[in-house]
């Protein structure tokens, strides 16, 4: 049973491009979440999905960033018009449906570090 | 909103020693409380959880305290060893229907000296 799947693992862009991040959650996992971790930092929720469906994105910045969750396929993480402060590690996490009886606790992926220059 | 306080955020000791890492939470509706564990160039991975119908829990060397009342929880490592070296981070959230996100602590990063 694979993990969650982040890729790439290593995103380099130039200023004013645009940063795709994707996400698989694990199998079952209903729920994807990404967080933003600068350097030497702790983790900063964005955005909490479910299928075709934004839950809560209360972490996103207003402006060039977006997230989506379709039917078929991964969680992407889009930024637009990248700037140098866009500049971290993104880690998504899965948890299964969060009614009675389950697991809690996420399961983070390895994350994509992207790099403005 | 969830607001995670979490204390020390450096912590050195000797191996074989005990260490204990704090953290305090704002919102008395959150009542699940995870710790994670990230080693360098890792996502963090889930190291043990508690929930706020239970007062302390065990596994191995690794234990956490929960106290609602004062809004605190607390990780025991006992015995660290230098695998133990990583950054740790505690969290707080909801689990249930209306369940949302794990709000973080900092992170504490632990070395443990062989």
């Known amino acids: 049973n694979a993990g969650v799947m982040q890729n790439p693992r290593h995103l380099v862009r130039r200023r004013g491009q645009e940063a795709r991040l994707r996400c698989s959650p694990m199998?079952?996992?209903?729920?994807v979440y990404w967080y933003r971790q600068l350097p030497e930092e702790g983790l900063k929720f964005m955005v909490y999905l479910q299928k075709e469906n934004i839950i809560d994105e209360s972490g996103m910045p207003k402006e060039r960033f977006s997230a989506e969750f379709p039917k078929e396929g991964p969680s992407i993480l889009r930024i637009q018009q990248v700037v140098r402060g866009d500049s971290a590690a993104y880690f998504c996490a899965s948890s299964p449906p969060r009614g009675g009886g389950s697991n809690y606790g996420y399961t983070f992926g390895s994350g994509t570090r992207l790099t403005v220059v | 909103g969830e607001n995670v306080e979490q204390h020390p955020s450096t912590l050195s000791v000797q191996e074989g020693d005990s260490a204990v890492i704090k953290c305090t939470y704002s919102?008395?509706?959150?009542?699940?409380f995870p710790w994670y564990k990230q080693e360098l160039g890792k996502g963090p991975q889930l190291i043990i959880d508690i929930r706020s119908n239970v007062g302390e829990k065990k596994d191995q060397r690794i234990a956490v305290t929960l106290n609602k009342t004062a809004k605190h929880f607390s990780l025991h490592i006992t015995e660290t060893q230098p695998e133990d070296s990583a950054v740790y981070f505690c969290a707080a959230s909801r689990y249930g229907a209306n369940a949302g996100k794990s709000t973080f602590g900092d992170g504490t990063t632990l070395t443990v000296k062989p």
């Open positions: 199998k079952g996992h209903s729920h």
């Open positions: 919102d008395s509706a959150s009542n699940y």
